[in-house]
């Protein structure tokens, strides 16, 4: 007891077939069929636009900016015009 037998199986298959008719069940199927082959296409060609890996194009180089903790000219000319004597 609750298993699915082959008799449950038929006779969802009968009602389905009832209400969807045989026509309108190859049209889907078919329209199945399309959309799986579509979908493979579209993963191959996906893969094909994908260039391979390349090295890693690194820009030229900037000037590196100035640390924070240095001191320019300007500070160290008023540092010590201000130190008391």
């Not at 009832?18 to 082959?37: A, H, N, P, Q, V």
């Not at 820009?59 to 903790?69: I, R, S, Y």
């Amino acid at each position: 007891m609750g298993g699915i037998g082959i008799w449950q199986i038929i006779i969802v298959a009968v009602v389905i077939l009832i209400l969807f008719g045989r026509g309108r069940i190859s049209e889907m199927m078919g329209d199945f069929g399309k959309g799986i082959s579509s979908f493979k296409k579209g993963m191959s060609e996906e893969d094909a636009k994908t260039p391979p890996a390349s090295p890693r194009i690194v820009g030229p180089e900037t000037t590196p900016e100035p640390d924070v903790g240095s001191t320019s000219t300007e500070t160290k000319a008023r540092d010590t015009s201000e130190t008391p004597r």
